[in-house]
């Protein structure tokens, strides 16, 4: 065997294990891993009105805030205060966007560019307001008319698996 053939040979066998480690992680894309558990349980029992807490899951930051039960501000003009254009699940589909009115679950991510807002407090919980460009958002992510961003603040999937714990979980 000549040195030609024998670098040849050196150079398929690296070619081959490159292809293969390219390939496995390709096809295991196309099939979804059903073990896979991406819920995330937050304990809410510290959280008094006007706290808010954040954590991280599925690699963005979610704001979760405690709010007076009663608390329904509209400190102005919304853009969509139904919540028809924005996404979220069908229980957020209401004036306080949460399952119970004593805490608010959203993503912390502007829908106009995909900042991360800021949050408004003063005398206590007034909402969000983007850094960007300076959207604002109502004590239940409803965006201002007007503003950069066109939709409310993102409402992830999630349960109360308890009193006081929210699981959050993907669709």
Same mark, same amino acid.
């Given at each position: 065997? &000549?040195?030609? !053939?024998?670098?040849?040979?050196?150079?398929?066998?690296?070619?081959?294990?490159? #292809?293969?480690?390219?390939? @496995?992680?390709? #096809?295991?894309?196309?099939?979804? /891993?059903?073990? $896979?558990?991406?819920?995330?349980?937050?304990? =809410?029992? $510290?959280?008094?009105? /006007?706290?808010?807490?954040? @954590?991280?899951?599925?690699?963005?930051?979610?704001?979760?805030?405690?709010?007076?039960?009663?608390? $329904?501000?509209?400190?102005?003009?919304?853009?969509?205060?139904?919540?028809?254009?924005?996404?979220?699940?069908?229980?957020?589909? &209401? !004036?306080?966007?949460?399952?119970?009115?004593?805490?608010?679950?959203?993503?912390? &991510?502007?829908?106009?560019? +995909?900042?991360?807002?800021? @949050?408004?407090? /003063?005398?206590?919980?007034? +909402?969000?307001?983007?850094?960007?460009?300076?959207?604002?958002?109502? !004590?239940?992510?409803?965006?201002?008319? /007007?503003?950069?961003?066109?939709?409310?603040?993102?409402?992830?999937?999630?349960?109360?698996?308890?009193?006081?714990?929210?699981?959050?979980?993907? =669709?």
């Amino acid at each position: 065997m &000549n040195r030609r !053939t024998l670098l040849t040979r050196i150079v398929a066998g690296f070619s081959a294990i490159a #292809l293969a480690g390219f390939t @496995v992680p390709f #096809l295991r894309s196309w099939f979804p /891993g059903f073990d $896979e558990d991406v819920s995330l349980d937050v304990d =809410v029992s $510290e959280l008094s009105a /006007g706290d808010v807490k954040t @954590v991280r899951w599925l690699g963005r930051n979610v704001l979760v805030v405690g709010r007076d039960r009663g608390e $329904e501000a509209e400190p102005f003009v919304l853009e969509d205060p139904g919540s028809e254009n924005s996404s979220q699940p069908e229980f957020a589909e &209401n !004036t306080l966007r949460a399952r119970r009115a004593d805490h608010l679950v959203v993503f912390s &991510n502007c829908t106009h560019l +995909g900042c991360e807002v800021e @949050v408004l407090a /003063g005398d206590g919980f007034e +909402g969000f307001s983007c850094p960007c460009h300076r959207s604002r958002y109502d !004590t239940s992510g409803r965006v201002e008319k /007007g503003a950069a961003a066109k939709r409310n603040l993102e409402v992830p999937e999630y349960d109360y698996i308890a009193r006081t714990v929210i699981r959050l979980r993907k =669709v």
